[in-house]
């Protein structure tokens, strides 16, 4: 199922307009410095859009693709007005060009403004304005300003957007309902948001590094693509709109920076070139494609092209020329990261566990705690049925870094291979929690309490969690998501 869910979650925060039928004004939702939110209630009802969101999108779990964004998001996090927040950053599958900010610092951004980008410092501009949003505290200040915040307006605002999630029509029913503002009053609110979101944004792209022409730059492009649109532009235009002041406001800001000569990292062209390569339908035109690009392509600009070449014929199941072209690859940069897990992913997708296995032991020496590696070597180990080497191999992560829905999902899978149905048991009431899945995380665990052999540390984690999780539970019910 398709749908604009992030539309109306950006419209919520933001205040914009939603364009369904009716035109409807919604307020933001979030902590402000001291009053009307906690800060404490603005991170669980962001928890709680996260889990929501994985239930109503496809968000990209692919670890590449997350570890990249993340690594844009964190940098341009550590140097905004307040890094003691925390983020959470995350690509949705969805070839539209949109990004929007909920409460508790959570960030979303689609595949189709990474491939709309044509630098990385526009793709840092999108997400820098985003981050913005959330230190400058927009949210609570519409709440502020209005005056009219209460729990119940949340719940009910909150309701009426998964309302709105499954049923377009009755959801702009149930939010003209919660709505009571002015319309006039929250478009200048709104207005002040967006201009401050710019100027702090273009800010925080210059301290990290970027170039702040980035923003005006994307922004531009995107007013000049709407004129092709006839009347159905761009998402992000809908959310953020954009005048010709604006944009120039925009651009004599990022003047004042110092100008910034800034390359683009090998990790923007090779993400680009995955989530293009895995947007094709049919593998073969994917092929088609990147064997011509190869061809016509400078030399010095090639290995881009070349991975996502690798990655077509791989999804195509030519592994035999794909290895040629990782040949390659590897003659300009033997221990590349995202070229040895390529290579890993031919073997396996060929069933050589074997020669996978092999890579990845030696790739692991370099980079023993980067999560896609040690997630694909996960699944790799499953696949060739060596559970124990893959529990152990997850357990020592989970020492170093904190662990994801895949992470439970795949230890959940490693436990059941390894005989420990209540491990498996509680490691898949984990994933369920953290896909959304509350009620269905209880009902696991109870179900693994009354079927499994446990012993006693198993049996209290088990009592102990589905207390929390009914807790957590009660709360969502109150704030009806």
Do not use: C, W
């Not at 959470?88 to 959570?106: C, E």
């Not at 509680?426 to 269905?440: F, M, P, V």
């Amino acid at each position: 199922m398709k749908f604009n869910y992030y539309i109306l979650i950006f419209l919520l925060l933001t205040s914009n307009i939603l364009n369904a039928g009716n035109s409807i004004n919604l307020p933001d939702i979030g902590d402000s410095a001291g009053s009307a939110v906690s800060p404490d209630f603005e991170r669980r009802l962001g928890k709680a859009f996260m889990r929501s969101i994985r239930q109503y999108a496809t968000i990209i779990d692919d670890p590449e693709v997350q570890g990249y964004i993340e690594s844009i998001g964190y940098r341009l996090a550590a140097n905004s007005d307040d890094n003691s927040l925390t983020f959470t950053f995350f690509v949705v599958d969805s070839p539209d060009i949109n990004a929007f900010a909920a409460p508790g610092g959570v960030i979303g951004i689609n595949s189709g403004t990474i491939l709309s980008s044509r630098t990385e410092s526009e793709l840092a501009g999108v997400i820098a304005h985003e981050i913005t949003h959330v230190t400058q505290r927009h949210m609570a200040r519409q709440f502020e300003h209005q005056g009219q915040f209460s729990l119940a307006r949340t719940a009910a605002m909150l309701g009426a957007i998964l309302i709105a999630i499954a049923d377009p029509q009755a959801g702009a029913a149930a939010l003209a309902v919660v709505t009571g503002a002015t319309m006039q009053n929250q478009i200048n609110f709104t207005r002040a948001n967006e201009e401050e979101a710019d100027s702090v944004g273009i800010q925080l792209l210059a301290r990290s590094g970027y170039d702040p022409q980035g923003m005006p730059d994307f922004f531009e492009r995107l007013q000049q693509k709407s004129e092709y649109y006839q009347g159905n532009a761009p998402e992000f235009l809908r959310t953020h709109p954009l005048t010709t002041s604006r944009i120039a406001e925009a651009k004599a800001r990022a003047a004042q920076y110092k100008a910034v000569n800034y390359r683009n990292t090998p990790g923007y062209e090779l993400v680009r070139a995955k989530l293009e390569v895995n947007g094709y339908q049919n593998a073969s035109d994917a092929v088609k494609e990147y064997k011509y690009r190869l061809s016509i392509t400078p030399t010095e600009y090639k290995e881009p092209i070349r991975y996502g070449y690798v990655l077509a014929l791989t999804n195509a199941g030519a592994y035999r020329l794909a290895r040629e072209q990782l040949k390659a690859l590897f003659a300009s940069d033997k221990d590349n990261i995202t070229y040895l897990l390529a290579a890993a992913r031919v073997e396996s997708y060929e069933g050589n566990y074997r020669a996978a296995i092999e890579i990845f032991q030696n790739a692991y020496q370099l980079y023993p705690d980067y999560r896609p590696l040690v997630f694909a070597y996960t699944k790799v180990l499953l696949d060739a049925r060596q559970p124990q080497q893959a529990r152990e191999l997850l357990n020592h992560y989970r020492r170093q870094q904190n662990p994801d829905p895949i992470f439970f999902d795949l230890l959940s899978q490693a436990e059941a291979q390894s005989g420990s149905m209540a491990n498996s048991g509680i490691a898949k009431a984990e994933y369920y929690y953290l896909t959304g899945n509350t009620k269905l995380a209880i009902d696991k665990l109870i179900h693994t309490q009354r079927t499994g052999t446990l012993d006693y540390y198993q049996r209290e984690i088990i009592l102990s969690r589905v207390s929390e999780l009914e807790y957590e539970l009660e709360l969502e019910r109150n704030l009806q998501i």
